[in-house]
């Protein structure tokens, strides 16, 4: 369905010869057009995935992926893919309807009906508040409003809008009294779910957010309680005689735990008790790609410009690969993603799924989410939480804009201090 805005044409010629910046200018733009023109014509959301699901409508919306589409919008606006103009409309548009969606203790759910604001239960019981995915949309939306700083009406409208969602989410509620997040919580199944935020994994940005809240934020003792609370949270092993890895399990797990906290969260120079969080998604980083170079089931495909395992579709349904769930499935956002942390190796990758790999797997909304040479299966899908994070850790290496935009937010600061953590200078 076709939106209001002008419309980004795709661009499906095979650039010959392309220089990095050529290549990353081309990779960002058609990535952005999943936001832009796949957007959810009423309510300017991201949609969950370019497939339809079988199970329900075609008005699915994701609210952490629209997150991640609100940042990727601000590298466009400031790219010029699109107008600065058009692009706080868009917002602004999400924003309004944010305002009449369903909420719960200010927090949204997973997913969202486009056209009604009603939630889509993510599962039975998963009917209400998520907070994990309520703290990546308002990474966007803290991101926007310091972007959109202009005296014009829009903009000042568009950042007053965003305060009273910021303020109106109750973060320290999900506490349960208690001294740790719970990630769910349902307006018929209260806190049946059960699930404490216990690191490490894709959640740090979630304590982030709730140490920085206005109006409601937690105590510091919530964050170091309750976050390291987890078997899986020290690792102090080095993996391949010199990566060594502060935290998480075995191998480090999917990527995307060093993606999606950090879209928004500057890692260089962050510090706290618990770890060097530079030296943690750099050598997860690394740790992946020597796993692939490795390639202890001999899949075909994998190398040093082939690699990247992390959460996506694959050849038998979604999952979180990584070193220790190889499926034979490289997911192009896990090393594309990964280019703040490894710039060159990041570079050949793309490089290759673009020059080699693009009959099958470059499309009208950039890479594919995920292929298998090994099983000959190349996805059709997009994923809104895979296709954003390309746009905004591109960016961030290429001007580090919205790590800068974010940084810069006092709430976000205040927050970070809290915590304990050593930032950025």
């Keep these: 369905m076709a939106n209001a805005q002008t419309p980004i044409p795709a661009d499906m010629t095979i650039h010959k010869n392309l220089t990095d910046d050529q290549l990353l200018d081309l990779v960002q733009k058609q990535t952005f057009r999943y936001f832009w023109d796949l957007a959810h014509p009423a309510s300017g959301m991201a949609r969950e995935r370019s497939t339809t699901n079988p199970n329900f409508s075609d008005n699915v919306v994701t609210t952490g992926g629209t997150g991640f589409g609100i940042m990727a919008t601000v590298v466009a606006a400031n790219r010029k893919f699109v107008s600065r103009k058009e692009a706080a409309q868009q917002i602004l548009k999400i924003v309004d309807f944010l305002a ?87 307006p018929d199944y ?125 050849w038998h349904g979604y999952s979180g690969h990584s070193p220790t769930n190889d499926l034979g499935v490289i997911t192009p956002t896990a090393a594309l993603s990964a280019l703040p942390y490894a710039p060159e190796y990041s570079m050949r990758a793309m490089r290759h799924f673009y020059e080699d790999l693009s009959d099958k797997i470059w499309g009208e909304y950039g890479f594919v989410d995920a292929f298998s040479e090994q099983h000959d299966w190349y996805a059709k899908s997009y994923l809104a939480i895979d296709q954003g994070p390309i746009i905004v850790m591109i960016e961030n290496y290429r001007s580090r804009l919205i790590w800068k935009l974010f940084m810069s937010n006092p709430d976000v600061k205040r927050g970070l201090n809290k915590l304990g953590f050593s930032t950025p200078k």
């Excluded at 399990?249 to 950090?262: A, E, I, K, N, V």
């Design 100 to 186: 009449k969606a369903n909420r719960f203790h200010g927090a949204y759910p997973h997913w969202l009906n486009g056209q009604t604001g009603k939630v889509i239960p993510f599962s039975k019981k998963d009917n209400g508040a998520d907070i994990v995915e309520t703290s990546y949309l308002f990474q966007g939306l803290l991101v926007a409003q310091q972007y959109f700083d202009a005296g014009n009406l829009t903009e000042k409208e568009l950042r007053t809008k965003i305060k009273l969602l910021w303020d109106g989410v109750e973060w320290n509620w999900f506490t349960q009294g208690k001294n740790v997040l719970y990630w769910h919580w349902s």
């Design 190 to 314: 209260n806190w049946d779910m059960n699930m404490p935020i216990h690191g490490w994994n894709e959640c740090l940005i979630t304590y982030v957010m709730a140490a920085s809240s206005p109006t409601h934020s937690i105590s510091k003792s919530v964050y170091t309680e309750g976050w390291p609370d987890s078997k899986t949270f020290i690792n102090g092993k080095t993996y391949y005689s010199k990566y060594a890895l502060p935290l998480g399990p075995d191998y480090g797990g999917p990527l995307f735990w060093t993606q999606y906290s950090f879209m928004a969260l500057n890692p260089h120079g962050l510090k706290d008790q618990f770890a060097d969080y530079w030296q943690q998604v750099v050598n997860h980083t690394l740790i992946d790609r020597a796993y692939c170079i490795e390639n202890p089931f001999k899949y075909k495909g994998y190398g040093a410009n082939c690699w990247g395992l992390t959460a996506s579709d694959s």
